[in-house]
């Protein structure tokens, strides 16, 4: 197994995929709210 994708990091958001956004199935996108649109993953304490 390798990890050629550079995206694939861990701190890349788990909800968007690092995106910023969610693709919508009906077209369109719509701001990831869990980053808030960064593609970084979120850290709460
Ligand atoms: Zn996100």
New binding site residues.
């Given amino acids: 197994m390798t990890t050629a994708t550079t995206l694939e990091r861990e701190d890349t ?1 788990l ?2 995929g690092g995106d ?1 956004y969610y693709q919508l199935l009906l077209g369109g996108s719509e701001t ?1 709210e ?2 808030g649109g960064t ?1 970084k993953k979120t850290q709460e304490d």
């Fill in positions: 958001c909800y968007c910023g990831c869990s980053c593609g």
